[in-house]
């Protein structure tokens, strides 16, 4: 009998351990695989950082012509550019819905708000990126001008994806509050703006980071959205109305048209190999937050 | 806990995991033929590539599948590359490809034989509004390398050009670029889009705009263009007067398995190049008098 | 007065804000609902897709969708929760805890065409699964995993600290605890986690791409033999999922009527999505009401 339990209990831990090993194993597969995919760049195709970290683009151009050129500045300059004023756009509006949510009217935000906000994160990507093409992109080229395949199309498809990843986050951050906090506020005499404004906010901020980040994170790795509505011109954008093209959109189109061991789609997979090192830095930057959060 | 026993669970399941997997990999594609002698067919058949390829054989593959119960085809898109480099490491048996394997970097063609099964011709297509229904081949290279930039200096409406380029490296692009483009390069344009259909909708929508589609796409929504007085007829095609125009390829490795050359055959047969093939907006390999070579 | 003034802007400010965000979900909902209303009809959600004829269906889609969902759920649902219970009850401040906490979010992190890469490179090319739907379920697994563990961990973490003492002091040992007291406290808020999970796998179509691939054989019901082509239930064979048939539809357009089919599709899907979300509170509204006698 106890040594059924005992076995039973060496069982159940190494079951669980063995699962959480699994993670790390997949993970872990993932990066090497990546790695050994993404670096084939320099250690078969011989290329000079130079050459991949430049602004050229023009991987069949004939050896007689001065050879490929790889750049992929370009790339990592449209994911960074979309993704970051995606999140200056969601941000604001997230804040304030998790804000509504938490503090104004937690009535209408349980019963309302958060279903609505849990269906916006449930809409496919691929209806987004439907959508944008429909209708978004022919209401920018017909009102605000340029061709409709845009940076400000993509922002604002990407905007609405990451609305929920932020409110939610957020949300959670504010509830998690103390309420003696506000009271307190509320106590000295403070309207419920400055105690939001002075006193939930910032007590809240690292939570709300954290959501901001992770929602930094998703636009970046979103790919069939975006490529239907940017235009995927290979060329840094002058303006928000300018096309340009991103690390996912430029490995989506690509991957299918190129032969596996070749310069071109190994230089896709350094794409995705610099799309893995961005999400490590999306972790440490988290995790920094998590700290500071702690600290209060 | 339990350290020491801790490693040994670890490992046991890491194995069971590993069995698990493998298990699943006793599965693989083309079987080859059934039982000789009683002309049944059996096995299955996967086949990879070409996007621009995939709805023609996946019909074909339909009506194959219909008279032979035993086979099993599998159509995938993915792309010319895709199909090109799975069928040389075995992981399909038929590549799709609109180019010669020759002209794909990184592919070993010498260890692919090529099956020609179809002729795809691509028209110029514009916004129905520009006003041009005829281009020489010397405005088309002006359009497209951005020398022209308004309708106007071609004889049409007074509007900037906007230009729809294919997706570098995709089958169509490369067949643009060397036969109509003479291998001169394309300026970047406006916007660059992999798949027919969402060229088909910008170039349907978008004032001035300009691409190339496969003839099926064309209806009364994009307005096709000539090319120095020659449509994309079989007749024009074959008499060498119209230059836009590819083989659609079934590559296999080596010589291919007796089910696999029966669906071949089946595409090849009369039945499909002067039904299917052309119902599709595709034109026979057969009336093909013009010859091309990689 | 001044400050009570700027309360009220503020608060004005509040419900703008919020009403924004609810009047882009119901223009969004509205569109999709609207334009996929006219399309779905009985023979819509029976019928087989078509490649270039009108009136094509996305019966096998949605069979695909369910099923597929299923599968990955079964690996996903398993690994994740017992994955969870050991971040949540046995793990210990170390770097091996640290080690599986920075997997996790390496993984949540991860885009999904970059897990879609991955599957066609490992599961489909190197294990020999071809495009099936073992391989896109592994893929989806990929991506659902660290949420699960995530939901899971969270879960736990709400289950009283008395609850499991009293356990232990009653002579329990740790396992018993946590299955006979923890689990099922924690039942709610794992079932709807599993739930909304499962909700997501149905939209994704990123990592489906390459490797659930984009056709699917003809189904046959009644063949219940596993091992067959035609056999709905074989994991084997390759589907394509409601998600990804809107992405092809959208990037061949070659069906006349690709609009319609585009429009009830999405339909179909958010409202699934949206079945999924009602589905996983009115759970856990049962459950909460169960177990607190109410």
């Keep these: 009998m106890v040594n059924r339990n005992v076995r039973r209990e060496f069982l159940g831990y190494s079951l669980t351990f063995s699962c959480a090993l699994i993670a790390i194993l997949l993970t872990l597969a993932i990066i090497l695989f990546l790695g050994w995919k993404g670096l084939a760049v320099f250690t078969q195709h011989k290329i000079s950082l130079t050459n991949i970290f430049s602004v050229h683009w023009w991987p069949d151009r004939p050896a007689g012509a001065g050879g490929p050129q790889v750049g992929v500045l370009t790339f990592i300059f449209g994911s960074v550019i979309t993704s970051t004023l995606a999140v200056l756009v969601s941000a604001p509006l997230g804040v304030t819905v998790a ?130 509505v940017i235009g995927n011109r290979r060329e840094i954008p002058h303006s928000i109305l300018d096309p340009l093209i991103t690390l996912t959109s430029g490995i989506t189109m690509d991957m299918g048209n190129t032969v596996q061991g070749s310069l071109w789609n190994d230089t896709l997979w350094f794409m995705a190999l610099i799309l893995l090192v961005l999400s490590f830095f999306f972790i440490f930057l988290i995790r920094l937050l998590g700290r500071k959060g702690a600290v209060h | 806990m339990l350290p020491k026993k801790g490693w040994f669970g670890v490992i046991f399941l890491i194995l069971a995991v590993s069995l698990a997997l493998t298990a699943g990999c006793g599965q693989k594609s083309g079987t080859g033929g059934g039982p000789q002698g009683e002309g049944k067919l059996t096995g299955t058949i996967v086949v990879a590539g070409s996007t621009a390829m995939q709805p023609v054989i996946e019909e074909a593959a339909k009506r194959f599948m219909e008279s032979n119960p035993g086979v099993q085809i599998t159509v995938q898109g993915g792309g010319s590359g895709t199909g090109l480099s799975q069928v040389s490491q075995g992981a399909c048996d038929i590549g799709m490809s609109d180019i010669f394997a020759e002209e794909k ?54 509007q900037k050009i906007f230009l729809v380029n294919r997706a570098k490296g995709s089958g169509t692009r490369a067949t643009f670029h060397q036969y109509v483009m003479d291998g001169k390069e394309e300026a970047k344009g406006d916007v660059e889009q992999e798949s027919s259909g969402t060229v088909y909708q910008i170039v349907s929508q978008t004032p001035g705009a300009v691409s190339y589609l496969a003839i099926a796409y064309l209806n009364g929504k994009v307005k096709p263009v000539k090319i120095n007085g020659a449509a994309p007829t079989e007749e024009d095609i074959s008499t060498g007067k119209y230059p836009f125009w590819a083989f659609g390829h079934l590559y296999t490795k080596g010589e291919p398995s007796k089910v696999v050359k029966a669906f071949i055959d089946f595409v090849l047969s009369d039945e499909v190049q002067n039904g299917l093939i052309r119902e599709m907006k595709y034109f026979p390999v057969k009336g093909m008098k013009v010859e091309r070579k990689p | 007065m001044k400050a009570q003034v700027k309360d009220k802007l503020a608060t004005a400010g509040f419900y703008l804000g919020a009403g924004l965000v609810v009047l882009i979900l119901f223009s969004l909902l509205g569109y999709i609902i609207v334009h996929g209303y006219r399309a779905i009809d009985l023979q819509f959600l029976l019928s087989e897709p078509e490649t270039l004829r009108a009136g094509g269906g996305i019966g096998p889609n949605i069979f695909n969708s369910f099923y597929l969902l299923f599968l990955s759920m079964a690996l996903t649902a398993p690994l994740g929760v017992l994955a969870g219970i050991y971040l949540a009850e046995y793990a210990r401040q170390n770097q091996f805890t640290n080690l599986i906490r920075l997997s996790i979010e390496t993984l949540t992190s991860l885009p999904s065409i970059v897990v879609g890469l991955f599957g066609l490179l490992i599961f489909v090319t190197m294990f020999g699964f071809g495009y099936s739907l073992v391989a896109g379920a592994l893929a989806l697994t990929v991506i659902n995993l660290p949420m699960m563990v995530r939901v899971t961990e969270e879960n736990l973490r ?17 396992w018993q605890t946590i299955c006979r007291v923890v689990l099922p406290t924690a039942l709610p808020g794992l079932i709807t986690g599993i739930i909304i999970t499962a909700g997501r796998v149905f939209g994704e179509a990123a990592a489906l791409l390459f490797t659930a691939g984009m056709t699917t054989p003809h189904l046959n019901f009644s063949q219940l033999d596993i091992t067959q082509p035609t056999c709905p239930w074989n994991p084997f064979r390759p589907g394509e999922t409601l998600a990804v048939h809107i992405w092809k539809i959208n990037s061949e357009a070659l069906i006349p009527d690709v609009r319609r089919v585009a429009d009830g599709s999405a339909a179909v899907l958010v409202l699934v999505v949206l079945g999924f979300n009602l589905f996983a509170r009115w759970v856990a509204r049962r459950f909460t009401c169960r177990l607190t006698g109410g």
């Excluded at chain 1, 951050?173 to 403070?190: D, N, S, V, Y």
Aim: charged letters at 15%; a positive charge.
């Design chain 1, 99 to 228: 804000v509504f949510m938490a503090e104004i009217s937690p009535r209408l935000g349980q019963r309302f708000l958060q279903p609505v906000i849990e269906l916006l994160a449930g809409i496919p990507s691929v209806v987004y990126g439907y959508i944008g093409l429909s209708v978004l992109v022919p209401f920018i080229r017909n009102n605000i001008g340029g061709t409709g395949f845009s940076l400000l199309a993509g922002v604002m498809v990407l905007a609405v994806m990451i609305l929920p990843t932020i409110a939610s986050m957020a949300t959670d951050a504010i509830r998690a509050l103390p309420g003696t906090l506000k009271e307190a506020a509320l106590a000295l005499g403070a309207t419920r703006w400055q105690a939001i404004r002075t006193v939930i906010l910032p007590s809240a901020r690292a939570g709300i980071l954290m959501g901001v980040v992770l929602g930094l994170a998703r636009a970046f790795g979103e790919a069939l959205a975006v490529q239907m």
């Design chain 3, 158 to 174: 709400t289950v009283p600290r008395d609850l499991r003492e009293a356990s232990l002091s009653l002579g329990a040992t740790k």
């Design chain 2, 105 to 158: 970097a990184g592919i070993d063609a010498g260890q692919l034989k090529d099956h020609k099964v179809l002729v795809q011709a691509f028209a110029l297509v514009t916004h129905p509004e520009v006003g041009v229904d005829n281009l020489t081949k010397q405005q088309i290279q002006d359009i497209f390398t951005g020398k022209i930039t308004n309708w106007k200096e071609v004889g049409g409406r007074n």
